[in-house]
């Protein structure tokens, strides 16, 4: 004989099936569109793990999978004896932090200033301008930063030379110390005015009549946007922050492998320009797939850190 409490448990779960079944008859329409979604999400993000299985094996091309060699975490004892693989993580780190810190607050405080203009036309004629580097490619990107920044006819050191800041023009592509901040600078002038899409959408939905109120009460400029405008959008920013968190060190290569060369290499190398340089480059796919399951280790542990201190603290979680 089932007890009450099994009854109870047997029955909310009918109910739910239920209610499940319903919503999906309902929304059918809305599934049906979804499987093209779900299909591409199936083989180009998880099917792909499957090659994880190299990192464990002396992979050699040409042999099925079960006449590999089993080599277990021979691959990742050898990343983590490797001394370049921590000046390459140094790296790696360092431009993480600074493209975190630049490329997330200055979007805001740029989404900020957009919001504040009451001249729609020139409003949207900024905004449209800002867009544009998004939508340039690195290799022309990397190209202009080159030639702003060269010594001969370069914008940045005819600047410098005629405000008698210096004597000479100066070689800022060959000094490594630099290199980090180079990096960040040309990729917040490429993606700036594209991430800030997202906060001015979080600021059409600030309630008008809010900023009303505050005008009555005698608040100024600044003080409408330190109590209204950034609580309003608080959510949005902590879910971005979180994801950006989570994408620490998955960083690219694109801006390093055509802003570095021979005399910045020590400090533009990072993680997947090991694993291309020394994994693929070198025919050792095995230690590559071992630099790439490190990266996506790393970048999920940041992930449910991060969300789980947000979760905890704001009550904001993307999970």
């Known amino acids: 004989m089932k007890t009450l409490n ?3 448990d047997s029955s909310v779960t009918v109910s739910k099936k239920k209610t499940f079944f319903a919503t999906m008859k309902k929304q059918k329409i809305l599934y049906f569109m979804s499987i093209p979604i779900v299909i591409y999400v199936l083989i180009f993000n998880y099917l792909p793990v499957w090659g994880w299985t190299m990192a464990f094996q002396d992979y050699r091309p040409g042999r099925s999978f079960f006449e590999q060699d089993w080599v277990g975490f021979a691959h990742f004892i050898e990343l983590f004896n490797d001394p370049h693989f921590y000046l390459v993580l140094r790296n790696t780190l360092a431009m993480s932090i600074l493209l975190l810190i630049a490329g997330f607050t200055i979007p805001i405080v740029f989404a900020v200033l957009l919001n504040e203009l009451k001249d729609s036309l020139f409003k949207r004629s900024v905004q449209t301008i800002s867009y544009l580097p998004h939508f340039v490619s690195w290799v022309v990107v990397a190209g202009i930063v080159t030639k702003m920044l060269s010594t001969d006819g370069g914008i940045v050191n005819d600047l410098l030379v005629g ?13 490594g110390e630099w290199f ?6 040309a990729d917040v002038w490429k993606q700036m005015g594209w991430n800030s ?15 009303e109120a505050a005008r009555v009460d005698g608040a100024g400029r600044f003080r409408r946007i330190w109590h209204i405008t950034l609580p ?7 879910v971005i922050l979180i994801l950006s968190i989570g994408n620490l060190i998955a ?13 910045t290499r020590e400090y533009a190398e990072v993680l997947e320009m090991y694993a291309l340089n020394y994994g693929i480059g070198m025919g050792r796919y095995s230690f590559g797939t071992a630099i790439s399951i490190f990266n996506a280790m790393v970048s999920i542990f940041l992930l ?3 969300n789980g201190v947000f979760k905890r603290y704001s009550n904001t979680s993307v999970m």
Do not use: C, H
């Not at 405000?163 to 000094?175: V, Y």
């Not at 980090?180 to 600078?185: F, R």
């Not at 899409?197 to 900023?211: C, K, R, S, T």
């Not at 960083?251 to 005399?263: A, C, V, Y």
């Open 6 to 8: 099994e009854t109870g």
């Open 163 to 175: 405000l008698n800041l210096i004597d000479q023009p100066i070689q800022f592509l060959a000094k």
């Open 180 to 185: 980090w901040y180079i990096v960040t600078g």
């Open 197 to 211: 899409i997202i906060f001015l959408a979080a600021m059409a939905g600030v309630d008008p009549q809010l900023y």
């Open 232 to 238: 309003g959008i608080r959510p949005t920013i902590f």
């Open 251 to 263: 960083i690219g290569f694109e801006r390093q492998l055509l802003l570095g060369n021979s005399l």
């Open 304 to 306: 449910l850190i991060a």
